[in-house]
Every structure is written in C-alpha cells, then in structure tokens.
C-alpha cells in the first residue's frame, strides 16, 4: 500500500502545492481542513481516492489525532494573521503547531515538516513572529526530527501579497506602501512546496531551513518591477511608520465594530513586521542544502498578473496592433 501523508491545512495556498506534489509521488494524501467541503478542489490532483479533504481542528487534540492515524509523514502548513478570536496567534501558530508536533510524536509518525516564517522571533515586538517561534520551539521539543521551512514572503498565483498591491495600483495614481526600504526575498510557492516534500520523504536532514529567493529587493523595488508586469505607471509613497501606526488603529477599530465584515487592510502587528529586513540570515540552511534552485519573481508573475493590466489578457495585442499603420 502507498504511504499516507495527513497535510494540516493542506487546501492552503502553500498546502495545495504540497498536496499535489505528494499525489504525484504516488501517496496518498489526506488534507486536514475546517472546513472540508470548501476544498474538494483537491481531489483531483490525483486519481481516484488518492487526496482526501477531511474536517480537522487543530485546537483539540482528539480532531488532530483522528486525521493523523495511519500517516508516515505529517506537514503542518497552517498558519494566520488573526491576533483575536478562537483561531488567534498563540492558538493557532504556538498551541496548535505544538499539538501537531506532540501527538505525531506519540503515534511513531517518521517524518514531520513544519512551515514557520522568516522573522520569527520569540523575543520579538510581532506577535506573529513571536508565536511563529514559539510554535518552532514547541515542535522541535516534541518532535527533534522535524524539518522547519521559514520562507519569506511568500509569491505565486492567488498569493496575498502581489496579488493585493496589484489591485490596489488600479484604484489610482498613488500606491502607499509601509517600509518601503525594507528588504524581503520573495520565494516561489511551489519551491516552498518541493522543500517541504524533501522533508515529509525523508530527503532533509531534520533542523531549520531559510528559503529565499534568488534576488533581495526592497519593498519600493518589488512594486516597482510588479507595477512594470502590468503595465501601469504609480506613484509608490512611502506612509510613516507613525500615520501607519494611526491607518492600523483605525482599520483594526472598524474590523471589531463591523465583526469581520470590514476586514483590517493593516495592522499594528503588521507595522510592527515591516520594521525589519525579511531576508535569510547569514550563513543558514537553505535552498541550496535541499538541492533546490529557486524561482525568480520576474519568471512567475507575468503567468498571474496579467489580470490587472489595464486591457487585461488583451493589453499585449493592443500594444502590437498600436504599432500597425493603416495603408
């Protein structure tokens, strides 16, 4: 029989990539979710019963223990940005990950990988980077063997960050962005997604790996090569890191009156972030130890971002037919 995988948030932007990576290996895969028939678009990334949805809350150990029976290997790609709430930080990236960790450990699972973040940091004023680290030092207490990816920022189709700024280049002239000095090292999705597989097969030595990608740029560079994919000309404003502090009060303040429905665009944990470089530390394993080359964000984006051009798919032949005179 294949072996098993259980993917905790395997319907996920980056758990996807895992899952159908998995599926073509031969495993099969079952996907751990909340809501599983919200991802039944998973199933197809192998034959027949080969990548299941299940329902799974990572705050209760009999709910993580249910989906993992059976499994070889266990990837952990859950993680949020909510700091309140029943799925907060601390329950989601610190007690959820550590209960991960334990109950693989307890029922002999081979392989663990778990996806943390570059930045994370226990002694840290985020308290995303806090309980990023916190939910590492948990997993590797209880499970030494287990390989923990921090990537940066994150790139691919239906990312959040690309995505986000492209749309937001269509409301007008100006697109404000917060540090724009900070540096980040944009890694490809589905690299993140390969790196996880080595370790889930046992390809990895266990331990910490940071991936980045090939190139560091600031947040002001990043816009301005993603403004050139599609097309449009902006002012990139660099907003303070105080009127930032006051944009996320506001935001965050409207997101509670409104219960959710008006999600924050900014936080102040997130102002607290973009006060620091997001680059791979010095001398860390990465990429290149998992034999991995990585993708470049010019290779990638124009497969997404074409969308937001100001003709959409057709914006190329409008260009090329400009260029035509009429006899």
Not at 34 to 53: D, K, M
Not at 94 to 101: D, F, K, N, S, V
Not at 106 to 119: D, K, N, P, R, T
């Amino acid at each position: 029989m294949s072996k098993l995988v259980t993917i905790y948030g395997g319907s996920g932007f980056v758990g996807r990539y895992v899952a159908r990576r998995m599926a073509k290996l031969g495993w099969r895969v079952r996907v751990a979710v909340r809501r599983p028939n919200e991802a039944l678009f998973v199933r197809p990334y192998g034959t027949v019963g080969q990548v299941e949805p299940v329902l799974c809350n990572i705050r209760n150990d009999e709910s993580v223990r249910s989906v993992m029976m059976g499994a070889d290997a266990v990837v952990n790609c859950v993680g949020t940005f909510d700091a309140r709430g029943k799925n907060s930080f601390d329950a989601v990236q610190h007690e959820g990950a550590a209960r991960i960790a334990r109950i693989a450990a307890e029922q002999g699972v081979a392989h663990m990988v778990h996806i943390s973040a570059l930045g994370a940091d226990r002694d840290s004023e985020s308290a995303y980077a806090r309980t990023k680290a916190l939910g590492e030092d948990a997993v590797m207490a209880a499970f030494p063997g287990a390989v923990i990816l921090r990537p940066s920022v994150i790139f691919g189709p239906g990312d959040g960050f690309f995505n986000r700024f492209a749309g937001m280049s269509r409301m007008g002239p100006v697109l404000p962005v917060v540090g724009a000095n900070i540096r980040f090292q944009p890694v490809y999705v589905d690299d993140v997604a390969h790196a996880a597989v080595k370790g889930a097969t046992g390809e990895a030595s266990p331990g910490i790996y940071e991936l980045g990608g090939p190139e560091v740029e600031t947040f002001r560079e990043l816009m301005e090569g993603m403004l050139k994919v599609i097309r449009r000309r902006r002012l990139i404003a660099d907003i303070p890191y105080g009127v930032a502090n006051i944009i996320a009060s506001v935001s965050e303040f409207g997101q509670r009156m409104t219960g959710g429905l008006f999600p924050a665009q900014i936080t102040r944990d997130q102002v607290v972030m973009l006060r620091k470089d997001n680059v791979v530390s010095e001398g860390a394993r990465g990429f290149a130890e998992l034999g991995i080359t990585p993708t470049a964000p010019e290779a990638v984006l124009p497969e997404y971002l074409w969308r937001f051009r100001p003709s959409g798919q057709y914006d190329a032949i409008k260009e090329s037919a400009g260029g035509l005179r009429a006899d």
